[in-house]
């Protein structure tokens, strides 16, 4: 039985809505379920791919019809006619604007300017940093001595652990990224060594 990738995208669009409108899930409980909704649509991806729907070389294909003579089909290498090509779009709301100054000094002397406008260019990129997030249980103590402490958020269960985003992430980059374990160790320690909020370089 063939499984076609809109009906999987289709279901788990419609598990993560189910999700969302559940109000009694505890946050770990739904994590769990958002990372294992993740794991299902990485993992689909990974079977599916082949050299139509990816960088994936057409020999890598299962069952592929093998041709005649290499450039048999009489087609021009690149894109062909009626291929759609894709664009980056510029976005309404940037995150930063930097406005460019004209150096009038070095503009035609004698003449009077005035501004007619701006013309944009923007620059899509990521800003990946550490984000620490360290929880502070109040100590109760009674005249007899006796201490209580408050509870610490479910999930939250040692001194120092990652969170359940960088799990995810993990996940995605060895899973779909198929990235060696060892780069992993090394990009975990990276994110544990550098100072809080510092971006990564």
């Not at 669009?13 to 505890?26: P, R, T, V, Y």
């Not at 550490?130 to 005249?143: C, G, N, P």
């Amino acid at each position: 039985m063939k499984i076609d990738s809109i009906d999987v995208d289709a279901a788990i669009s419609a598990a993560k809505e189910g999700l969302e409108k559940e109000q009694n899930l505890s946050p770990a409980f739904r994590s769990a379920l958002e990372i294992l909704l993740l794991l299902v649509s990485l993992l689909f991806n990974r079977i599916t791919l082949n050299s139509n729907n990816s960088s994936k070389p057409p020999s890598t294909d299962p069952n592929r019809e093998k041709s005649g003579k290499k450039g048999a089909s009489g087609r021009k290498p690149g894109g062909q006619k009626g291929h759609t090509g894709t664009t980056l779009k510029k976005v309404d709301d940037p995150d930063e604007v930097k406005v460019l100054q004209l150096d009038r000094s070095a503009l035609p002397k004698g003449l009077q300017y005035h501004e007619v406008g701006h013309e944009t260019r923007q620059v899509i990129d990521i800003d990946i940093s550490r984000f620490v997030t360290e929880y502070q249980a109040q100590i109760l103590e009674d005249s007899q001595g006796n201490r209580f402490v408050a509870p610490f958020p479910e999930g939250v269960n040692r001194p120092v652990q990652y969170g359940l985003n960088l799990k995810a992430n993990a996940v995605y980059m060895s899973q779909f990224q198929l990235i060696p374990y060892d780069r992993f160790r090394d990009n975990f320690q990276c994110f544990a060594s550098i100072g809080n909020r510092q971006t990564l370089t």
